[in-house]
C-alpha cells in the first residue's frame, strides 16, 4: 500500500514511494519451493502405507503449511515498508500492527552511499546508507530497489529544497554571512547558476 497522504506536512509532495525490491521474498520463496520438492520426494521415494512413509508425509506437510505462513508474513511486512522521498524528508516506516519507523529532513542529510554486489546489480537491489546532522548519525535501509536512482533523486530533492529555503522569506539561516556561505556552497556544487547565486546574494545584501 501506497505510504498514507495524511501523513504528509501542508504542500509536501511525494517524489518517490517505494516497497523493498522483490528479492525480499528470496529466503521463503527458496523454502517454500524446497518444501514442495521434499513432500513430492517423499511420495515417489518412501513406499505406500509404510510407517517411514506416513512420518515424511507429516513432515513435509508441517514444512509445507510453516513455509505458506512465512511468506505470507513476508508478504504483510513487505506491503507495510515504504522508503519515501518527498520534498521536506526523508522517511521509513514500516509494521503490520505495530509501527516504527524514522524520518530525515532533507537539510540533515549529509551523505547517500549506495553498496550494490555483482548480484544486486543483477537483480536491481541494493542497500543505501545515508549519513545525517541527527542523534543516530548513519541509517542503512535495505533491499531497495535501483539504489542509484534512489541516490540521485535524494540529491535532486536536496537541491530543490535548498533553493526553496533561500527563496522564502525569512529562509536559510539565522544570519547573512551564514546564508551567504550555504549560497556559495550551492553554487560550487552546481545547484545554482553564477546568474541565480547573484541575484540571491543581492536579495540578500538589499534586506
Do not use: C
Amino acid at each position: 500500500m501506497p505510504y498514507p497522504r495524511k501523513l504528509l506536512n501542508p504542500y509536501e509532495e511525494v517524489a518517490v514511494d517505494l516497497h523493498p525490491h522483490w528479492w525480499y521474498y528470496a529466503k521463503p520463496v527458496a523454502v517454500l519451493v524446497a518444501s514442495i520438492a521434499f513432500g513430492i520426494l517423499t511420495l515417489v521415494v518412501t513406499d505406500s502405507g509404510t510407517s517411514p512413509r506416513t512420518i515424511m508425509a507429516w513432515l513435509s506437510l508441517i514444512f509445507l503449511v510453516l513455509s505458506i505462513v512465512w511468506l505470507i508474513g513476508r508478504y504483510l511486512k513487505w506491503a507495510t515498508t515504504n522508503f519515501v522521498i518527498t520534498s521536506d524528508r526523508l522517511i521509513f516506516r514500516q509494521g503490520v500492527v505495530a509501527k516504527q519507523g524514522i524520518e530525515i529532513p532533507l537539510e540533515r542529510v549529509n551523505t547517500v552511499h549506495f553498496n550494490q554486489s555483482v548480484f544486486e546489480r543483477l537483480v536491481g537491489a541494493g542497500d543505501l546508507v545515508i549519513e545525517s546532522g541527527g542523534e543516530d548519525g548513519q541509517q542503512r535501509f535495505t533491499d531497495i530497489r535501483q539504489p542509484d536512482r534512489v541516490q540521485r533523486e535524494i540529491h535532486t530533492q536536496m537541491e530543490e529544497n535548498e533553493k526553496r529555503r533561500f527563496t522564502m522569506p525569512g529562509g536559510g539561516g539565522s544570519d547573512v554571512a551564514s546564508q551567504l556561505e550555504k549560497l556559495e556552497g550551492m553554487l560550487e556544487r552546481g545547484t545554482l547558476t553564477a546568474e541565480e547565486f547573484q541575484a540571491q546574494k543581492d536579495k540578500l545584501l538589499d534586506s
